[in-house]
């Protein structure tokens, strides 16, 4: 079951989720940026990104190490700035997160909470994908959530921090879960590094 907007609020309160800094305002008032939509809360974009560099390596999941660490050799740190943001191409990929942290604790009873990070329609009309593929944060998740994020659209997109850039939907989860943390926990990277 998704939940309402005021349910994701009431969720916060009850500390079944947590989202640090917790988005505001709360309700819609004249003229003023609302992040909660009717299912779903806003999530914002930090200012640190990282660019992949091509050359004469390959990804090879199934080798033993660290994707993180992989992530880190073959890119390189951008920090986005208002007077310096970042111009996305047409085909280019770079990785971001979200300027939030995200938490589904699992010690406040039933029902558990997850979510999913999905994108704004405002964003994908423009070409910009920013989450593909694996969008569910699952019980138990703690860290700010990694962006994915290309541009198929015809021409440059501009990446600025701050900027509302995907949102986040919460489920229900029924019955009780066996925590498995992703090797992605507590992340404080773009790439996946703690």
């Not at 947590?18 to 305002?25: D, G, K, L, R």
């Not at 990929?93 to 979200?98: A, D, E, K, Q």
């Not at 593909?132 to 019980?139: D, E, G, I, L, S």
């Amino acid at each position: 079951m998704i939940l309402s907007n005021l349910e994701i609020q009431k969720a916060l309160d009850e500390g079944r989720l947590v989202i640090e800094p917790q988005p505001s305002p709360r309700k819609a008032e004249h003229g003023i940026y609302c992040p909660y939509n009717t299912t779903a809360v806003d999530l914002r974009l930090h200012y640190e990104i990282r660019v992949p560099r091509g050359g004469p390596f390959v990804y090879d999941l199934m080798e033993s190490g660290s994707i993180s660490e992989l992530i880190t050799k073959y890119s390189e740190p951008y920090t986005l700035k208002d007077k310096q943001p970042y111009h996305l191409s047409n085909g280019e990929f770079v990785l971001g997160r979200t300027l939030e942290k995200i938490k589904f604790p699992t010690d406040k009873g039933q029902p558990y909470l997850a979510g999913r990070i999905e994108g704004k329609s405002s964003r994908s009309r423009c070409g910009l994908l920013v989450h593909f593929t694996a969008p569910t944060v699952h019980a138990g998740w703690s860290g700010p959530l990694t962006l994915e994020m290309i541009n198929l659209g015809p021409t440059t997109f501009v990446l600025r921090p701050g900027m509302p850039i995907a949102q986040l939907i919460v489920d229900e989860v029924r019955g009780e879960v066996i925590l498995n943390p992703s090797q992605f926990q507590n992340q404080s990277t773009p790439e996946g590094l703690v």
